[in-house]
């Protein structure tokens, strides 16, 4: 299939692969511009062009839809179906209705829930013990549009939130691949979305990360996992920063934020204990936890006290 491919960031590059893997044509990609980044604000391109580039692809980088030039490319490119996975442009309605096929989205969630930006880290901060990735028809609305396939995958009870990324990333490469080809043989149903049960997530910030002790161990768990890797759970030890990047749920009981035990680092939760696993102080990089408490020269548990 004639296929122009929209996306962006590491998770839409398993797609990208898997449908020139399939054999498709892929007429173009378009993604993001290329941004500036690191210490030297070196002018960096998206993952999805570096691929792109490998294959000797012709790349597209607008800067905006609005302007009508983006629509004239893709006229003539005259796409069979337009695929997009974490673009981070809204689409206006003359490029959805554009392809034969029209636009499939691929979504980090079982839509109509988590619809909006951040899906993933959502699910994992709300404990859910499964989600998984949506293959949308997409109109005008954000994720609202008719569902065309699910693929359902477990979450683990210490999945971090990257870790999910990167199977549902590759969960959405074999999911897109399904689509073309039931697309082609004229064997896709779509199915409405029920718009009462849709729940929405907003983007990940960073006053996100202050951990409330007084939280439930589970929950304190979950936004660790959730956070990671950014903008990352963090809490202060004794009025000093440090971020934490892995907990175990245990058992323990005690004042919310009281460390319990330094070996393992233990902390009581307004209900049951957290054990840190990973951490990093502020100015360092992240560490295993017996190496920071090795750190901190000879201090005692009762002595130590996490709070926001």
């Known amino acids: 299939m004639k296929i ?11 797609c990208l692969q898997s449908l ?3 054999r498709n044509e892929i007429a173009a990609v378009f993604t993001q511009p290329d941004k500036p980044k690191g210490r030297g604000y070196t002018l960096t391109p998206p993952p999805v062009k570096e691929l792109a580039v490998r294959y000797k692809i012709p790349v597209y980088q607008p800067v905006t839809f609005k302007d009508g030039q983006a629509f004239e490319i893709l006229k003539a490119l005259a796409p069979e179906m337009i695929v ?6 809204i ?27 951040a899906p993933i880290q959502q699910a994992v901060l709300d404990g859910r013990k499964e989600t998984g990735v949506t293959a949308q028809q997409m109109d005008i609305g954000i994720d609202t549009g008719d569902i065309l396939m699910k693929s359902v995958l477990p979450v683990g009870e210490n999945e971090t939130a990257d870790e999910l990324h990167d199977r549902l990333s ?4 074999e999911l897109i691949v399904k689509v073309v080809h039931a697309a082609a043989e004229g ?12 729940t929405h997530v907003g983007k990940l910030t960073k006053e996100m990360s202050e951990i409330d002790f007084g939280k439930t161990a589970a929950e304190v768990h979950n936004k660790v996992r959730g956070l990671n890797s950014w903008p990352s759970a963090s809490a202060k030890l004794n009025g000093k920063r440090v971020k934490i990047h892995r907990t175990l749920v245990v058992s323990g009981s005690g004042k919310p934020g009281q460390v319990l035990s330094l070996n393992p680092l233990i902390v009581a939760c307004g209900e ?3 054990q840190i696993t990973e951490i990093q102080p502020e100015g360092k990089r992240k560490m295993d936890a017996r190496a920071f408490v ?6 005692k548990a009762e002595e130590l006290f996490f709070n926001s």
């Open 170 to 173: 590759l969960a959405g490469a």
């Open 272 to 274: 049951g204990a957290v």
């Open 294 to 299: 090795n750190g901190l020269h000879d201090c």
């Open 187 to 198: 064997t896709l149903v779509p199915e409405k979305q029920d718009d009462s049960k849709a």
């Open 20 to 22: 020139i893997d399939d």
């Open 91 to 117: 689409l206006p309605k003359e490029v959805i209705d554009l392809p034969k096929f029209g636009c499939v989205n691929i979504h980090a969630s079982l839509l109509p829930e988590y619809r909006g930006a």
């Open 4 to 14: 122009v491919f929209m996306g962006t960031p590491d998770f839409a590059v398993p």
């Open 84 to 89: 997009v996975v974490a673009y981070g442009k």
